[in-house]
Antibody, heavy 120, light 108 residues
Framework: EVQLVESGGGLVQPGGSLRLSCSAS????????MSWVRQAPGKGLEWVGR??????????AYGAPVKGRFTISRDDSTNTLHLQMNSLEIEDTALYHC???????????WGQGTLVTVST | EIVMTQSPATLSVSPGERATVHCRAS??????LAWYQQKPGQAPRLLIY???TRATGIPARFSGGGSGTEFTLTISSLQSEDFAVYYC??????????FGQGTKVEIK
């Protein structure tokens, strides 16, 4: 069974940093292309970014609102995906989901998410 | 960035009736279009990818159509468990991918 479990969310002040993690199991993580998708409270879905597998050069891509502030990385030795978030803004407040692109570009499997709140 | 526009924002349908959700892309995305369903308090669930291919375990009453810039998601006979919010998402070429703003299908 595919499992994606996010952690690391919490309350942070504007300008602060936070690192999210996603523990993956039940599928070949080493070969997986992974994404982060977020959802602000009461709002729609927003694509954050993605990372290809090592075989794909661990190439990353980001949405415009987070480019230059967020960094996606992976640790294949522990089957863990990370999202480093710097210079956080109030608008970054959201539930952050880790997803597995079992079909390239398509978030076939989703974690339940971890909540990030940026507030004074 | 490609903008995805869904219509209507809310769709009121009686159980057993047909529901159709529309999604328009600001430029062609070929058939690189997915549909997701989200219920309150739950993570989204993939319904359709490749514009018309049902994901594993998705009932046949869900169907997707279209290509280029115009797409539809049709639920042939709404069941109680289908009342939810539906999102389209393009994944054409290279990121960034974008989602539509969502369509809430509610009980009439």
């Amino acid at each position: 069974e595919v499992q994606l479990v996010e952690s690391g969310g919490g309350l942070v002040q504007p300008g602060g940093s936070l690192r999210l993690s996603c523990s993956a199991s039940g599928f070949p993580f080493t070969d997986a292309w992974m994404s982060w998708v977020r959802q602000a409270p009461g709002k729609g879905l927003e694509w954050v970014g993605r990372i290809l597998s090592k075989g794909g050069g661990e190439t990353t891509a980001y949405g415009a609102p987070v480019k230059g502030r967020f960094t996606i990385s992976r640790d294949d030795s522990t089957n863990t995906l990370h999202l480093q978030m710097n210079s956080l803004e109030i608008e970054d407040t959201a539930l952050y989901h880790c997803t597995w692109e079992a079909v390239a570009g398509v978030s076939v499997h989703w974690g339940q998410g971890t909540l990030v709140t940026v507030s004074t | 960035e490609i903008v995805m526009t869904q219509s209507p924002a809310t769709l009121s349908v009686s159980p057993g009736e047909r529901a159709t959700v529309h999604c328009r892309a600001s430029q062609s995305v070929g058939s690189n279009l997915a549909w997701y369903q989200q219920k309150p308090g739950q993570a989204p669930r993939l319904l359709i990818y490749g514009a018309s291919t049902r994901a594993t375990g998705i009932p046949a009453r869900f169907s997707g159509g279209g290509s280029g810039t115009e797409f539809t998601l049709t639920i042939s006979s709404l069941q109680s468990e289908d009342f939810a919010v539906y999102y389209c998402q393009h994944y054409n070429n290279w990121p960034p991918w974008t989602f539509g703003q969502g369509t809430k299908v509610e009980i009439k």
